[in-house]
């Protein structure tokens, strides 16, 4: 098959037509940079635009896709840009399509619980609107207040809410997209059950943009909880914090909403980054439990259970967090652990694998082998309540960057080998992208890629939406 073609000014000209002047950037070096890339540090996973479009509506992405096909050029599509698998670099070239002006949340239906929103939506803002109707969506990941809901969609995100409400998937009951070629169609839609056929709704979320553009999403709503405590749990190490965590899952009779874990090394630069002091008491391992629900009485004698089993079990210490005050400052430190080794950490790579929670301290105690054996650090912290540990791997001040980027590749080599002898699988909520793609064969046999590959190629016959993502489908050579 032919190559992609590079775009000419006559062709920027066409796209121009569809969404006029202010909406489209080009011979820009310094906008288009901005596009290059997501949070992923790594330049070899960057990709520049030769174009960025903004439409603001589905019959405007219909008619560039058309276009696109027409004329054999390359589209990514692209939300906030705050993916951490390179999901939304165009490494091909080509074209841009970024959805921050779909931002219109179209409907909050009270009656049938769902909401309708465009894909530029920030996740925040749909609970910061539904809080005072009584509402809010269970399935957002930890980035709430920069990631777009369409990215969430893309990636099947999960977050610290997963142990008791699910991941994203779990929250859509319907899409309209705009297929590769260009057709507008529909998807699912409010109602809770469909067995219509084959359930493309559920084929869409998760596929990181290869398949389709989102242009609205139907979000199932709950009922908001009236009551929310947290539990910041000390343990002198990580591995007797993580084994506390099947105990807690199968023998309490309330479901804790949430279940993380943080290292010392983790919590330590949190505290640098945000100014904060909470006193660890020699713990080098801690867990952060959440609680909600209706009734406040089950609630705090959940509450008052779990935080009894956890010190009979070895805990130093069990802070309550039972007001919005004290449980923003104990989540604002889970939060912005990501933030705070970005800060402080020239050259990094956040990696994102899952284990069967059992395997969790076997994990981490590899982890600290694989670091001392490459001279790196490795920073673990995540969802204990379901093996999502985010393994961040991270160059010591005194190495060289060339050194570094030897080391990089052997000691993420290494975290996936031992991931993939424990059961586990090289991402939980990041995506493959084009970080990891290389691996999909590590932990997927052949028949199976190709399998995807043909699904891929029935979508998109000329593989120009988001190519050179998961796996290649050898278009270009």
């Known amino acids: 098959m032919a190559k992609y073609k590079k775009l000419t000014k006559d062709m920027v000209d066409k796209l121009q037509e569809i969404v006029g002047v202010r909406n489209l950037i080009y011979n820009n070096k310094g906008k288009l940079e901005t596009y290059s890339h997501d949070e992923v540090d790594d330049e070899q996973y960057a990709g520049m635009p030769e174009v960025v479009v903004k439409p603001n509506n589905s019959e405007q992405i219909s008619k560039i896709m058309k276009f696109a096909n027409h004329e054999n050029v390359p589209v990514t599509p692209r939300g906030a840009g705050s993916g951490l698998s390179g999901g939304a670099v165009p490494v091909e070239g080509g074209i841009v399509l970024s959805l921050d002006r779909m931002d219109k949340i179209i409907e909050i239906d009270e009656a049938n619980l769902v909401a309708v929103v465009e894909p530029g939506v920030i996740t925040n803002d749909i609970n910061e609107l539904i809080a005072e109707k009584g509402l809010f969506y269970a399935g957002y990941p930890m980035s709430v207040e920069s990631c777009f809901i369409g990215g969430n969609v893309a990636e099947n995100a999960g977050g610290g809410r997963a142990v008791k409400y699910g991941v994203t998937g779990r929250y859509i009951l319907g899409l309209e997209m705009v297929t590769p070629e260009g057709d507008i169609i529909e998807l699912g839609g409010k109602r809770v059950k469909d067995v219509v056929g084959y359930d493309l709704v559920k084929l ?274």
């Not at 079990?313 to 007001?323: C, K, P, Q």
Request: aromatic share 6%; net charge negative; glycine share 6%.
């Open 204 to 477: 869409m979320v998760g596929s990181e943009g290869t398949l389709g553009i989102f242009t609205k999403i139907i979000i199932k709503l709950l009922p908001l909880p009236q009551y929310t405590v947290n539990l910041l749990v000390l343990y002198e190490d990580i591995e007797k914090a993580i084994k506390q965590v099947p105990p807690i899952l199968t023998e309490s009779k309330t479901l804790p909403t949430a279940i993380e874990f943080m290292d010392k090394e983790s919590v330590m630069l949190v505290y640098k980054y945000l100014n904060e002091h909470l006193p660890l008491k020699g713990a080098n391992g801690m867990l952060l439990i959440e609680l909600d629900g209706n009734d406040e009485e089950v609630i705090e004698k959940a509450y008052h259970e779990i935080g009894d089993k956890c010190l009979s079990n070895g805990a130093l210490e069990v802070y309550v967090a039972d007001s919005a005050t004290t449980r923003e400052r104990v989540w604002r430190i889970r939060r912005n652990i990501p933030e705070a080794i970005q800060t402080y950490s020239e050259c990094k790579s956040s990696e994102d694998i899952v284990v069967p929670i059992a395997n969790i301290p076997d994990f981490l105690i590899k982890s600290r082998e694989i670091a001392s054996d490459h001279c790196v650090d490795i920073y673990c912290f995540g969802h204990a309540g379901d093996g999502n540990i985010h393994s961040t791997i991270v160059k010591r001040s005194e190495m060289e960057r060339s050194e570094w980027e030897s080391k990089l590749e052997k000691t993420r080599n290494r975290i996936f080998e031992e991931t993939i002898k424990m059961g586990g699988t090289i991402s939980g909520e990041h995506g493959i992208g084009n970080k990891r793609k290389k691996y999909l064969k590590n932990i997927m046999n052949p028949a199976t890629i190709e399998l995807m590959r043909r699904v891929k190629l029935a979508f998109d016959p000329n593989n120009i939406l988001n190519p050179g993502k998961i796996f290649e489908t050898n278009k270009n050579g």
